[in-house]
């Protein structure tokens, strides 16, 4: 039995839709694994190592919250760059992953510095994209379906050649009108979908897993049973299609 460390990224102020249902997601899955669970909740002022952790995880905020957030992770990107070059796996959502770029908006138009991670800037929409949302991803070399709910003004534009999307647009919103959702870095994803996101897509936490398992050594030798997951994904896929 491995005992896997996850990293919360600022809870208090970066988790808008719930989206900690996701680390409850992946917490289950590696315990009913056979592996125990070490969640750290970080907050904004503490003292952290990144690099203690096998997952790191960050939910989406307000504007306000997320240059408060930009600004405390600036002595930190330096090493969050090197350790996604690393092949760590993350999850980051919405404005989580938006203030990775060159630029965000923030209320009332004003364009605040990213931390320039990423070769991509983000600008606010006329309007808001909601609804569900189906898109293709690839994941461990397969195409796989992923399904989940936009909310976000923002647009997101790529000038980043080594920055992948999550995936391609089938039916529903993506980062504008270019059908794309999402941004990809090795193992790190950013995605607009809620849900939580991996609730509704089990294969895509299995992903994580098994990279986490990869990285420590460990075989997977155990088989979920996700016939209500799956089913409910089917649901949600079927009524998009």
Do not use: C
């Not at 070490?38 to 952290?48: A, D, F, S, V, W």
């Not at 997952?55 to 930009?70: D, E, H, I, K, P």
């Not at 976000?152 to 992948?164: G, K, P, T, V």
């Not at 979920?224 to 409910?232: C, H, N, S, T, V």
């Amino acid at each position: 039995m491995a005992t896997f460390k996850i990293g919360f990224l600022y809870p208090e102020h970066m988790d808008l839709y719930g989206d900690d249902g996701n680390l409850i997601i992946i917490k289950k899955r590696l315990e009913w694994l056979g592996h125990s669970v070490l969640i750290t909740k970080i907050n904004l002022g503490q003292n952290y190592d990144l690099k203690e952790y096998d997952f790191l995880f960050m939910g989406t905020g307000t504007s306000y919250n997320q240059a408060r957030v930009t600004k405390e992770l600036e002595p930190q990107k330096d090493t969050l760059f090197a350790l996604m070059e690393e092949g760590v796996p993350m999850l980051f959502m919405a404005t989580a992953f938006q203030l990775l770029g060159q630029s965000y908006v923030i209320d009332r138009g004003k364009s605040v510095t990213g931390l320039g991670i990423f070769n991509f800037y983000v600008e606010n929409g006329l309007h808001r994209l909601t609804g569900n949302t189906l898109i293709s991803a690839i994941l461990n070399g397969q195409e796989v379906s992923i399904v989940g709910f936009a909310n976000h003004m923002a647009r997101i534009y790529s000038e980043d050649e080594n920055l992948l999307p999550f995936g391609l647009v089938v039916k529903g919103q993506g980062n504008n009108n270019d059908k794309l959702e999402g941004i990809r870095y090795k193992n790190f994803i950013g995605s607009n979908l809620h849900g939580p996101l991996l609730a509704k897509n089990p294969i895509l936490a299995d992903y994580f897993i098994d990279v986490m398992f990869k990285r420590k050594n460990i075989n997977r030798d155990v088989i979920l049973d996700d016939a209500i997951e799956l089913f409910a994904h089917q649901q949600a896929r079927t009524r998009l299609i």
